[in-house]
């Protein structure tokens, strides 16, 4: 069902090129968008809030009763407390990242066989935010939440450690957990630009 | 539907050059000649079966072997739709030439020559492509490092002394080039022959980039004309050596940033095929129209960059304002704005988030008009057509010469689209047009990119249309051994989640094997060539990137124009270097 | 120097006011490396307008303040980029703009320079692949209180390292100084 | 004691002239960014100050005590000397350009303008000429290629363009029989020389346009091509100094002359002489409208090729020119 077709080339008649026709239109143009509102989010006093999906700065779920049925079979070898990471140390993020030495991360054996994290750190300025890790997460822990203000004076602080990690996943768990997958979700913000959708 | 040639052609082949060796897979058919007769069957091949237009070389190195390295040459008849590949080993690393047959082999050759180190008998002045003059390596074969050889101590300059920037920091680094040797690289390309010499580029606004462009000019008139490439090489191609075959989607969107669903469909699609994995309906769909939604995109940058480049400041942020609505479609969907890591082996990453249809839909209704605002300003405006018409005009020999597609081979009459040619996911049941141009030049071009837009409009209304009919289907075929399981199954059953392990620390087990399978790039043909040795990871990975090939007829159209048109001509080849430079 | 002792007032005012000045018109070199570069673009236009900041990106480094190093810095280009940088005249500040100009990003390779604060110093870092146009923004904002710090006498080793950062709400518009950030 | 008299209130206009003259270029630049904003659908400069109100100073400031940075390869003195050659002839010309008619404040006459020569017009267009060597020395003196070219492409258009608008102004001379400006203002309280002169107004328009290095005239400085053209090696206010004469100043007074000559200076509006508007913010008026005119082409259209835009010149800016001044001959002669 493809077909091919020749572009028609247009041509400028004489009478337009003497009467500026082609200049006279494009500026009405100019003008008509000269008389519209401007589309623009002021950024530091409006801002766009990123949809739900949106693959931003990495965090890590903490123990809190919510987690899927996977965590119970291998919390038993762990030493979790109520309120801490979630993380398992599966190494399975580290697998799955396509960067290698972004990840590094240390668990200990405890005297009683259980395993504990007591060290995960990435480095953010080597991430892709492809988001293939948190794909590999099987107990729900590492999640990227939609914090994107991360600029900073050192590269020191462009990387992560597991307790502000922690702090993310509350905060971005306080605001969004039991928000429905909707493509986005500030509507005043986006109609600048989109005008208003009628949704179904 | 697979294209290669037939077996009639290749018997004819095999009685008339004896010692051939003809490997036919489902996937991949090759010819294994000589290397003393290899020039005799291409031209052969060329002339005579009319696989005249030149898709692509490569080479591959299967050290320890002696002769360890393998070139491949890919071919395409236009007349009979067909690809045939031929293959010849390098014996004491050398092979002769073939840019007297295809001019487009010369930069190939090139990059062969930098890469591998394979040097090619008869090739005028063969200098690296993408790394400098004086560099020691030959990056790309096996024995070579992945993180390169560390040698200089270069620390970072701002370290405050009690801090330690991160676990994977090192004070070593790769010989970075000094600016004599970068001087000595430009000698090496381009003597002087008429008044200045014009560093056009690198770090130049109207360069697209990083390319270096060297202008021999007498006054504004360019006589002479020289490109540099490799200021964004990444070495790409090295990396995916030792990837999974899911990791090495990321990378694909950065190789062009521009379309990179594009890009990703393409090297999914090629991947999917290898190992024998069929997306569901629904994922097809949706691949289809992101793969549209990415080229309205990316032929929006084009058309500003190219405005603003002949001057037309205000067009370049009118298409911007619309960029964002599809950047927004994008991120709601995917997550990130640009190099969106979507497509996954055997399907999408994600369903359809709700709303987004309704967003679509509301995209569709009102992106026509503004595009009829574009072409109000621009298509019949004086000026416009003045710095368009007759400028840098392809012909159709030409094209196949170098290699030229997409847009470029369009315009010049040539109906070379890999969505027609070779449909993937869902092309084969959507009707489009496909523009031609008449004249092949820059104006050409200019309009058939504008049609493109309406017509992936079409497309992506028809999309719409089936996707609301298979709401609740699958969105990935997870049953599939190859396919990596959704979360959610991952969280309920153990089942799946020993399958993701596997498949996340051993990859993908591809059936050994080779293959070539290329997507419609809004810059041209992105072809893959993957070579299976029954492992996780490829053994290796050449990507055939579209602006490469067509960015290699610059010099040759620009001759005897001036800077002014240089401008116009490079935008409408629109090359991106991440693709050009892996 | 001496000067500077007797009326200290007088020459901190002047002081805080060219501060004001500079932090206000930063005019960033336009060097687009890789996909940064498109962000950085989105930035400039129509969305999230700079010039709103006083922000208007110049073609020549002899007329730019920042130099905003979007995309990745492979080797080979290094020198150059080393040149624009110190064709830039004083005083003139770096925003590495995502991962792969602040620390190699995903390219570990024989080919990428890892880091581009390697071989110029770098002011701020603005993680991302790429940052968002928003996360661009706050990092010029950033790079705005780093010259005001400077200002007030602090070297940018004396700027802590920040906090965790967490999302944060908009600015309301009163808060804004009459005069500008 | 009268030759004193004089020679005060001459320093003292042109003093008040130059000082408004520099304000008004520094806003203008905010006029220009805040019309392209809207333009584009942006809003423009809009945190610094009240609505950017205070964005002029502080580029002004920051151009001001950036280091002043002179490459070595550079030859120093007509580098110095070209940013000055650039500015000081569009700031003369003001000397020649009548604002209004004089009026009297508390008994003492007060001539809008600083000196009222029989030949302005010729003035005028001495002093535009001269901005040229700004250019050419600009190119030359920075010793690098992009600059080169561009004071070279500068030039041509500017020589293309300096005889048609030479010839463009004879039609209004012919018609009010002066040199002089105010005379010519004068000569138009019936009908604005507009009407017979069309021609003359379209080749009016291109020069200006072409003067001023705005699109599609902007070979100069086309950063897609020549990075920042003769500008390129200029810095903190040596470079400053370029845009603001050349896109500002030089825009302002042109259009101020254009008025004068069509649009019958600081005459009302037809149909608002009623109006209780004094004669100077009528001039103003017009000017201002003529200059959003100027921003509003240079925000719309692309560029030309260099070459393409001295074969305009030459092969239809100078017959228009030459066809105007025909057409008002036989305008003088038959209608009178």
């Given at each position: ?200 | ?582 | ?98 991962g792969c100009s602040s620390a190699g990003g995903p390219f570990p390779t024989y080919a990428t320079l890892q880091g581009v604060d390697r071989i110029i110093p770098v002011d701020v870092y603005v993680p991302g692949c790429p940052p968002t146009p928003q996360a661009l923004l706050w990092g010029i904002l950033e ?39 | ?76 003195v007509l580098f110095y000397m070209a940013s000055l050659l650039a500015f000081v002839p569009a700031i003369m010309i003001l000397a020649v350009v009548p604002f209004g008619e004089p009026f009297t404040v508390f008994g003492l006459e007060i001539k809008p303008y600083i000196t009222d020569l029989n030949i302005g ?216």
């Open positions: 069902m493809v077909r091919i077709k020749y572009v028609e080339r247009p041509e400028l008649t004489n009478r337009e090129r003497i009467l500026f026709v082609d200049f006279i239109k494009g500026m009405k143009i100019t003008l008509k968008n000269l008389m519209k509102k401007t589309v623009t989010t002021a950024f530091p006093f409006e801002k766009l809030t990123p949809p739900k999906r949106f693959r931003g700065t990495h965090a890590h779920r903490v123990k809190n009763g919510k987690e899927p049925p996977s965590f119970k079979v291998i919390e038993k070898f762990m030493d979790i407390e109520f309120g801490e990471s979630r993380c398992v140390a599966c190494y399975m993020c580290m697998q799955a990242c396509p960067v290698p030495f972004l990840f590094n991360i240390e668990a200990i054996q405890l005297p009683d066989g259980r395993k504990k994290v007591v060290r995960f750190d990435m480095n953010l300025l080597n991430c892709m935010y492809c988001g293939l890790c948190t794909e590999a997460c099987p107990v729900d822990c590492l999640i990227m939440t939609d914090i994107y203000e991360t600029a900073s004076y050192h590269r020191a602080s462009c990387v992560l450690h597991i307790d502000d990690m922690k702090k993310r996943s509350i905060d971005f768990d306080r605001r969004r957990y039991g928000e429905p997958d909707r493509i986005w979700i500030d509507d005043d913000q986006r109609s600048k630009l989109w005008g208003q959708i009628k949704w179904s | 539907m697979h294209l290669w040639a037939e077996t009639k052609e290749l018997e004819l082949l095999e009685e008339k050059f004896s010692e051939i060796k003809l490997e036919k897979a489902e996937n991949f058919t090759s010819i294994i000649v000589k290397k003393e007769n290899l020039l005799d069957i291409l031209t052969f091949l060329k002339d005579e079966l009319d696989y005249r237009m030149f898709i692509d070389l490569t080479a591959v190195d299967y050290y320890p072997k002696n002769p360890r390295f393998m070139c491949v040459y890919i071919l395409f008849s236009p007349e009979k739709r067909k690809r045939i590949a031929v293959k010849c080993w390098a014996d004491n690393d050398s092979i002769p030439s073939v840019i007297y047959l295809w001019k487009g082999a010369k930069w190939a050759e090139r990059e062969v020559y930098d890469l591998f180190g394979i040097r090619f008998e008869g090739h005028k002045n063969l200098v690296r492509m993408f790394l400098w003059e004086g560099y020691k390596h030959h990056p790309l074969r096996k024995d070579f490092p992945k993180e390169g050889i560390q040698e200089v101590y270069l620390p970072s300059l701002n370290l405050r002394p009690d801090e330690i920037p991160a676990h994977n920091y090192t004070p070593y680094h790769t010989y970075v080039p000094s600016m004599e040797e970068l001087e000595k690289t430009q000698k090496s390309r381009l003597e002087k022959k008429s008044q200045i010499v014009l560093n056009w580029g690198p770090l130049h606004p109207g360069t697209h980039g990083t390319i270096w462009f060297l202008f021999d000019m007498e006054g504004e008139t360019i006589k002479n004309c020289e490109i540099i490439l490799g200021q964004l090489h990444r070495g790409i191609e090295k990396l995916a050596e030792d990837l999974t075959y899911t990791q090495i989607i990321p990378y694909t969107d950065r190789m062009d940033y521009i379309s990179a669903l594009c890009s990703q469909v393409a090297y999914v699609n090629t991947v999917e095929r290898l190992l024998g994995v069929e997306p569901p309906q629904k994922a097809k769909w949706i691949r289809t129209m992101m793969c549209e939604l990415q080229r309205i995109n990316s032929h929006l940058l084009w058309l500003g960059t190219y405005a603003l480049d002949l001057g037309a400041l205000t067009i370049f942020l009118y298409a911007f304002r619309e960029r964002e609505k599809i950047m927004d479609i994008i991120e709601g969907i995917a997550g990130i704005r640009l190099n969106s890591t979507y497509i996954r082996i055997g399907g999408v990453s994600k369903d359809l988030p709700e709303g987004a249809i309704d967003v679509i839909k509301h995209f569709l209704n009102d992106f026509p008009e503004k595009l009829d605002e574009y072409e109000t300003i621009l298509t019949k405006n004086r000026i416009w057509l003045r710095r368009n018409l007759n400028i840098g005009i392809v012909t159709e020999d030409q094209v196949y010469q170098y290699g030229l597609t997409g847009v470029v081979a369009r315009s010049a009459g040539v109906p070379y689209d890999i969505r027609m040619i070779q449909p993937t996911d869902a092309y084969d049941k959507v009707d489009f047009e496909i523009p031609l141009g008449k004249v092949g030049d820059c104006y050409d071009r200019y309009l058939i990119r504008i049609e493109e837009m309406r017509q992936s409009i079409k497309i992506i209304k028809q999309c719409v249309a089936e996707i609301e009919n298979l709401k609740d289907d699958r969105y990935i075929s997870t049953e599939n051994p190859y396919v990596l399981p959704t979360l959610n199954e991952v969280f309920s059953s153990i089942e799946s989640m020993v399958k993701d392990f596997n498949l996340r620390i051993y990859g993908e087990q591809a059936p050994e094997g080779e293959i070539y399978m290329s997507g419609e790039n809004p810059r041209g043909e992105l072809g893959f060539y993957i070579v299976s040795r029954g492992d996780g990871k490829p053994y290796r990975i050449k990507i055939r990137s579209g602006a490469f090939y067509n960015l290699q007829i610059f010099p040759e159209l620009i001759k005897g124009r001036t800077v002014a048109d240089a401008v116009a001509l490079l935008g409408s080849l629109d090359p991106v270097v991440g693709e050009t430079d892996r | 120097m001496a000067v500077k002792h007797n009326n200290g007032i007088i020459l901190t005012t002047v002081e805080e006011v060219l501060s004001w000045g500079r932090r206000n018109s930063l005019w960033p070199a336009s060097v687009g490396l890789a996909c940064c570069a498109i962000e950085m673009m989105h930035t400039a236009a129509s969305r999230f307008d700079t010039d709103r900041l006083g922000i208007i990106f110049r073609g020549s480094p002899r007329q730019s303040d920042v130099l905003i190093v979007a995309g990745t810095v492979v080797n080979k280009v290094a020198p150059m980029l080393k040149l624009i940088y110190d064709q830039m005249p004083d005083p003139k500040w770096v925003i590495a703009m995502g790079l705005q209180k780093k010259i005001k710090a400077k200002k007030e006498g602090k070297v940018w080793e004396e700027i802590p390292i920040r906090e965790v950062p967490t999302a944060s709400q908009p600015i309301p518009i009163k808060e804004k100084s009459p005069l500008g950030f | 004691m009268e030759l004193l008299g004089t020679v005060i209130g001459v320093t003292v206009k042109s003093l008040i002239f130059i000082i408004v003259m520099f304000l008004a270029a520094a806003y203008l630049t905010l006029l220009e960014r805040k019309f392209a904003g809207h333009v584009q659908q942006r809003p423009g400069p809009l945190h610094v100050g009240p609505h950017g109100f205070l964005q002029p100073i502080a580029d002004a400031l920051k151009v001001l005590t950036k280091e002043d940075l002179v490459p070595d390869s550079v030859d120093k017009v010729l003035l005028a267009l001495a002093f535009g000429s001269l901005a040229i060597y700004g250019v050419i020395f600009a190119g030359w003196a920075s010793n690098s290629k992009y600059p080169m070219i561009g004071g070279l492409r500068k030039a041509a258009v500017l020589i293309g363009y300096e005889v048609a608008l030479g010839f463009a102004m004879v039609g209004p001379i012919m018609q009010a029989g002066s040199f002089s400006l105010r005379e010519i203002v004068e000569a138009q309280s019936g009908m604005w020389f507009i009407i017979p002169n069309i021609l003359a107004f379209v080749v009016i328009i291109f020069a200006i346009l072409a003067e001023t290095g705005r699109t599609p005239f902007d070979v100069q400085e086309a950063e897609a091509e020549l990075v920042g053209g003769y500008i390129t090696e200029y810095t903190g206010m040596k470079f400053g100094l370029f845009p603001l004469a050349e896109w500002y100043i030089a825009t302002f007074v042109l259009s101020a002359i254009a008025v004068i000559l069509f649009f019958g200076g600081w005459q009302p509006l037809p149909l608002m002489g009623w109006l209780p508007i004094p004669d100077i913010v009528w001039f103003f008026i017009k000017v201002f409208l003529l200059f959003m005119f100027f921003l509003w082409v240079h925000w719309t259209l692309p560029r030309y090729r260099v070459d393409q835009i001295t074969e305009l010149a030459w092969k239809v800016m100078l017959p228009l020119a030459l066809a105007n001044i025909l057409v008002v001959a036989l305008w003088i002669i038959f209608i009178g």
